[in-house]
T-cell receptor
């Protein structure tokens, strides 16, 4: 069973630039959630994708956007980067839906450390 | 809105001893999940244990067990026979189990240090 993977591991950008982070979900999972974790804090929910559709969003501005692909991998895009966007970005996958197999337990990838200068 | 509170920022324990990490939460929902995640310096968030609110029996996973008090909205984690590898940040998290949106709400975390 393949776990959740994320790329890249580290990224340095300058203010105003755009960034794309990638996540491959665990085998058999159909739901991907993205979280932002500032230094010394707990993760904050950005949004979730279920079967290629946005399925809930946290308190983040529209310049944070995402995609989910037919193989359930996902991208997080951030436009017009600000200094406060510097954080660890975590992706988590789970088996969502309405069936009996739904578990909802989220398994996390290793994260992408984004630094905005 | 749901909130999760971890009021102890740091704890320290001697190797082989037992330690308990505290967590309280607030919700008006009746069906939900509670989790403890561990985040070592490597940053990977690792699931430690999960508890369904409808289950009265406390969850256990090897050396890890919880004390779930639904009426008090308390969810503490007990680590027995602490090991050096348990050194990490520990997060308590809450999830509503109804509906398709299953986001996690995290506490601020507690840094646990295991002393040799």
């Amino acid at each position: 069973e393949t776990g959740v993977t994320q790329s890249p591991t580290h990224l340095i950008k300058t203010r105003g630039q755009q960034v794309t982070l990638r996540c491959s979900s665990q085998s058999g999972h159909n739901t991907v959630s993205w979280y932002q974790q500032a230094l010394g804090q707990g993760p904050q929910f950005i949004f979730q994708y279920y079967r290629e559709e946005e399925n809930g969003r946290g308190n983040f501005p529209p310049r944070f956007s995402g995609l989910q692909f037919p193989n359930y991998s996902s991208e997080l895009n951030v436009n017009a980067l600000e200094l406060d966007d510097s954080a660890l970005y975590l992706c988590a996958s789970s088996l969502g839906g309405r069936g009996a197999r739904r578990t909802d337990t989220q398994y996390f990838g290793p994260g992408t450390r984004l630094t905005v200068l | 809105a749901q909130t999760v509170t971890q009021s102890q920022p740091e704890m320290s324990v001697q190797e082989a001893e037992t330690v308990t990490l505290s967590c309280t939460y607030d919700t008006s929902e009746s069906n939900y999940y509670l989790f403890w995640y561990k985040q070592p310096p490597s940053r990977q968030m690792i699931l430690v244990i999960r508890q369904e609110a409808y289950k009265q029996q406390n969850a256990t996973e090897n050396r890890f067990s919880v004390n779930f008090q639904k009426a008090a909205k308390s969810f503490s984690l007990k680590i027995s026979d602490s090991q050096l590898g348990d050194t990490a940040m520990y997060f308590c998290a809450f999830m509503i189990s109804l509906g398709a949106n299953s986001k996690l709400t995290f506490g601020k975390g507690i840094t646990l240090s295991v002393r040799p």
